[in-house]
Nanobody, 116 residues
Framework: EVQLVESGGGLVQPGGSLRLSCAASGFTFGNYDMIWVRQAPGKGLEWVSVIAWNGGRTYYAESMKGRFTISRDNAKSTMYLQMNSLKSEDTAVYFC?????????WGQGTQVTVSS
């Protein structure tokens, strides 16, 4: 059974940092590209970032470039999202996804709240 468990969310002040983790099990983690997606209150899903199966390529949504860093540790079957210079508009539930956003598997999400 595929399982994705996000952690690391919380309340942070504007300008602060958080590191999200996504622990994966039930599949060969190192064979798959992994995705972060978020959903802000009252808004639709927003693609955040993707990392290739071997970590060799990464892509970011424009508003996250230079502030967020995606990474992975295939030996630990874990993906990360380092978020710096957080803004109020980054407040959202963050999900990790494998297998594509339409037909893949999703974690339960972790809440990130950026507020003073």
């Amino acid at each position: 059974e595929v399982q994705l468990v996000e952690s690391g969310g919380g309340l942070v002040q504007p300008g602060g940092s958080l590191r999200l983790s996504c622990a994966a099990s039930g599949f060969t983690f190192g064979n798959y590209d992994m995705i972060w997606v978020r959903q802000a209150p009252g808004k639709g899903l927003e693609w955040v970032s993707v990392i290739a199966w071997n970590g060799g390529r990464t892509y970011y949504a424009e508003s996250m470039k230079g502030r967020f860093t995606i990474s992975r540790d295939n030996a630990k079957s874990t993906m990360y999202l380092q978020m710096n210079s957080l803004k109020s508009e980054d407040t959202a539930v963050y999900f990790c996804v494998v297998g594509g956003v339409l037909y893949g598997y999703w974690g339960q999400g972790t809440q990130v709240t950026v507020s003073s």
